[in-house]
C-alpha cells in the first residue's frame, strides 16, 4: 500500500464533519465557564462590560477561525492540528517550540475542565470543600484517560450523548429566563460591582471559553476530508456558541441580583425552570470538554514526535490500531492532567489557560499572515490577515499585563496599519495551487 493512501475500511472508521469538528468544539465552547462562571462575570463586570468581553473573546476567535480555514484549505492537513498548520507554514523549527506550548495547553485544561465537575459533584454531595473536588476530578481523569486509551470512535459515542443533555439544560435556562425576566434587575446588572475585579481579570476568567473551537482542529488526522470539515465545522460551531454566550449573558442579568451572580457560582439553577437539568448540563460539559483535550494533547504530541524534532519524543510517534491511536501521548498527557489537581482552584487555572491558548491563536494568525506577506504563489486567502494579527496581539498582551495604558494598544494597532498593508493577489493568477505536504 502507497504512503498515504487509506485502506476503504480504515476511512470507514474515520469522522466527518459533525462528529469530528462540530461535536468536539461546540461541547467545548458551550462548557464549564458557560455554567459556572457567566453569571459570575455578569455580576462582577456588570452586562455593559460584559458584552464588551464577548465581542472582544468572540472577535479572537471569530478571527483566528478566519485564519485556521485559510491555512486548512491551502494544504493537505494531516493529524497534529494547530501545530501542524504552523510547522507547516513556518516551519518545523518555529512549528516544534510552538508544539509544546500547544500540548501543555491542551493536558492543562483536562484539569481545568474536571475541577469545574469536581466543584459541581461535591456541592452536590454535601461535601463543598477543595479536597473532595480533586478527589472527585483526579476520579473523572481517570474515567476519561480509559475512554482516550480506546480511541477516537468510543469518545465520539460518549459525546453524542452529553450533546442530548447540553440541548435540554439550555432550554430549561431559556424557558426559566423567559418567565423569570426582571427589567428593573436587567438595569441594576447593567453596571459593574462595587470593587470589582477590574476589567482585563474578569477576561482571563472568561476567555477560555471561547477556546474550544480549535478542538475539531486537533483532530485533523482522524478526519475524513480535513480541508472541508475543519472549516466548516469550526464556523458552525462558532457561530452558534455567539447565539448562546450573547443571550445567556443578557438572561442571567434580567433574573438574578447582582450580588447572587457573584456570591453564587451556581446562580444558572436559579433561573433554570428545572434546576436538575443544569447540573447535568454542567457535568457533561465538563466531562466532554475534558474528553475533547484528551483526545487533542496526545495527538499534537505525535504529531510533534513524527517531525522529530526532538530526539527524547520518538517514542511518541508510534500509535495503536487503525486510526493509529496515540496511547503513550495519552499517557503523558494524564500524568500532566494528574499534577494540575494540586491547583484546584478553578480561578487560577483559567488565567493559565487563556494565555496558553492565547499564544497558539497569536501563532495561528502569524501563519496566515507570513504566508500573505510573503507573497507566496500557493497561498490566496480570500481577506487580509494583517489587522486580525495586530488586533489580537494587542489583546494577548494587555490581558497579560495589568500596567499597560491603552496608547500601547494603540500604538501597536498603529504600526500594523503603517507597516502590513493589505496584499492583493497577483492578476495572472487565477487559481491558488493545492499544497501537498
Same mark, same amino acid.
Given at each position: 500500500?502507497?504512503?498515504?493512501?487509506?485502506?476503504?475500511?480504515?476511512?470507514?472508521?474515520?469522522?466527518?464533519?459533525?462528529?469530528?469538528?462540530?461535536?468536539?468544539?461546540?461541547?467545548?465552547?458551550?462548557?464549564?465557564?458557560?455554567?459556572?462562571?457567566?453569571?459570575?462575570?455578569? *455580576?462582577?463586570?456588570?452586562? !455593559?462590560?460584559?458584552? +464588551?468581553? /464577548? #465581542? %472582544? @473573546?468572540?472577535?479572537? $476567535? =471569530?478571527?483566528?477561525?478566519?485564519?485556521?480555514?485559510?491555512?486548512?484549505?491551502?494544504?493537505?492537513?494531516?493529524?497534529?492540528?494547530?501545530?501542524?498548520?504552523?510547522?507547516?507554514?513556518? *516551519?518545523?523549527?518555529?512549528? !516544534?517550540?510552538?508544539? +509544546?506550548? /500547544? #500540548? %501543555? @495547553?491542551?493536558?492543562? $485544561? =483536562?484539569?481545568?475542565?474536571?475541577?469545574?465537575?469536581?466543584?459541581?459533584?461535591?456541592?452536590?454531595?454535601?461535601?463543598?470543600?477543595?479536597?473532595?473536588?480533586?478527589?472527585?476530578?483526579?476520579?473523572?481523569?481517570?474515567?476519561?484517560?480509559?475512554?482516550?486509551? /480506546?480511541?477516537?470512535?468510543?469518545?465520539?459515542?460518549?459525546?453524542?450523548?452529553?450533546?442530548?443533555?447540553?440541548?435540554?439544560?439550555?432550554?430549561?435556562?431559556?424557558?426559566?429566563?423567559?418567565?423569570?425576566?426582571?427589567?428593573?434587575?436587567?438595569?441594576?446588572?447593567?453596571?459593574?460591582?462595587?470593587?470589582?475585579?477590574?476589567?482585563?481579570?474578569?477576561?482571563?476568567?472568561?476567555?477560555?471559553?471561547?477556546?474550544?473551537?480549535?478542538?475539531?482542529?486537533?483532530?485533523?488526522?482522524?478526519?475524513?476530508?480535513?480541508?472541508?470539515?475543519?472549516?466548516?465545522?469550526?464556523?458552525?460551531?462558532?457561530?452558534?456558541?455567539?447565539?448562546?454566550?450573547?443571550?445567556?449573558?443578557?438572561?442571567?442579568?434580567?433574573?438574578?441580583?447582582?450580588?447572587?451572580?457573584?456570591?453564587?457560582?451556581?446562580?444558572?439553577?436559579?433561573?433554570?425552570?428545572?434546576?436538575?437539568?443544569?447540573?447535568?448540563?454542567?457535568?457533561?460539559?465538563?466531562?466532554?470538554?475534558?474528553?475533547?483535550?484528551?483526545?487533542?494533547?496526545?495527538?499534537?504530541?505525535?504529531?510533534?514526535?513524527?517531525?522529530?524534532?526532538?530526539?527524547?519524543?520518538?517514542?511518541?510517534?508510534?500509535?495503536?490500531?487503525?486510526?493509529?491511536?496515540?496511547?503513550?501521548?495519552?499517557?503523558?498527557?494524564?500524568?500532566?492532567?494528574?499534577?494540575?489537581?494540586?491547583?484546584?482552584?478553578?480561578?487560577?487555572?483559567?488565567?493559565?489557560?487563556?494565555?496558553?491558548?492565547?499564544?497558539?491563536?497569536?501563532?495561528?494568525?502569524?501563519?496566515?499572515?507570513?504566508?500573505?506577506?510573503?507573497?507566496?504563489?500557493?497561498?490566496?486567502?480570500?481577506?487580509?490577515?494583517?489587522?486580525?494579527?495586530?488586533?489580537?496581539?494587542?489583546?494577548?498582551?494587555?490581558?497579560?499585563?495589568?500596567?499597560?495604558?491603552?496608547?500601547?494598544?494603540?500604538?501597536?494597532?498603529?504600526?500594523?496599519?503603517?507597516?502590513?498593508?493589505?496584499?492583493?493577489?497577483?492578476?495572472?493568477?487565477?487559481?491558488?495551487?493545492?499544497?501537498?505536504?
Amino acid at each position: 500500500m502507497k504512503p498515504g493512501k487509506h485502506h476503504p475500511a480504515e476511512r470507514d472508521l474515520k469522522l466527518g464533519t459533525f462528529a469530528g469538528v462540530f461535536t468536539p468544539s461546540i461541547l467545548t465552547i458551550l462548557g464549564i465557564i458557560l455554567f459556572l462562571r457567566l453569571g459570575y462575570v455578569v *455580576g462582577q463586570a456588570g452586562l !455593559g462590560r460584559t458584552l +464588551i468581553i /464577548l #465581542f %472582544l @473573546a468572540n472577535g479572537i $476567535s =471569530i478571527l483566528t477561525s478566519v485564519s485556521l480555514s485559510a491555512i486548512a484549505t491551502n494544504l493537505k492537513v494531516k493529524g497534529g492540528g494547530d501545530y501542524y498548520l504552523i510547522s507547516r507554514t513556518l *516551519g518545523l523549527e518555529f512549528g !516544534g517550540a510552538i508544539g +509544546i506550548v /500547544l #500540548f %501543555l @495547553a491542551q493536558s492543562v $485544561s =483536562i484539569e481545568f475542565y474536571c475541577i469545574g465537575f469536581g466543584e459541581v459533584v461535591s456541592g452536590l454531595m454535601s461535601a463543598d470543600s477543595k479536597a473532595a473536588a480533586q478527589i472527585i476530578s483526579a476520579a473523572a481523569v481517570t474515567v476519561l484517560f480509559l475512554l482516550a486509551w /480506546l480511541g477516537a470512535d468510543w469518545a465520539t459515542k460518549f459525546q453524542y450523548g452529553v450533546m442530548t443533555i447540553l440541548i435540554l439544560a439550555l432550554l430549561s435556562f431559556y424557558v426559566g429566563g423567559v418567565f423569570r425576566w426582571d427589567t428593573a434587575i436587567l438595569q441594576q446588572n447593567f453596571s459593574p460591582a462595587a470593587g470589582n475585579l477590574g476589567f482585563w481579570p474578569i477576561f482571563a476568567i472568561f476567555f477560555p471559553a471561547v477556546t474550544g473551537f480549535t478542538q475539531g482542529v486537533s483532530m485533523s488526522g482522524d478526519l475524513k476530508d480535513a480541508g472541508k470539515s475543519l472549516p466548516m465545522g469550526t464556523f458552525l460551531a462558532v457561530g452558534i456558541s455567539i447565539v448562546v454566550y450573547f443571550s445567556g449573558a443578557v438572561m442571567m442579568a434580567a433574573t438574578v441580583p447582582q450580588q447572587i451572580l457573584i456570591t453564587d457560582y451556581g446562580s444558572m439553577k436559579n433561573v433554570a425552570i428545572i434546576d436538575f437539568l443544569i447540573d447535568a448540563g454542567v457535568i457533561a460539559a465538563t466531562l466532554s470538554s475534558a474528553m475533547a483535550s484528551f483526545l487533542g494533547a496526545p495527538r499534537i504530541l505525535q504529531s510533534l514526535a513524527g517531525d522529530r524534532i526532538f530526539p527524547v519524543l520518538l517514542s511518541f510517534a508510534k500509535g495503536i490500531g487503525p486510526l493509529n491511536n496515540p496511547r503513550k501521548g495519552v499517557l503523558l498527557t494524564a500524568g500532566i492532567a494528574y499534577a494540575t489537581v494540586a491547583m484546584g482552584n478553578l480561578n487560577i487555572i483559567a488565567p493559565v489557560v487563556a494565555m496558553f491558548f492565547l499564544i497558539s491563536y497569536g501563532l495561528l494568525n502569524y501563519a496566515t499572515f507570513f504566508e500573505a506577506r510573503t507573497t507566496s504563489p500557493s497561498f490566496r486567502p480570500q481577506s487580509s490577515s494583517s489587522a486580525h494579527l495586530f488586533l489580537h496581539a494587542a489583546r494577548l498582551f494587555r490581558a497579560g499585563s495589568p500596567n499597560w495604558d491603552r496608547k500601547d494598544i494603540v500604538s501597536a494597532l498603529s504600526f500594523g496599519r503603517q507597516n502590513f498593508p493589505q496584499r492583493e493577489a497577483d492578476p495572472w493568477l487565477k487559481e491558488p495551487a493545492r499544497r501537498t505536504n
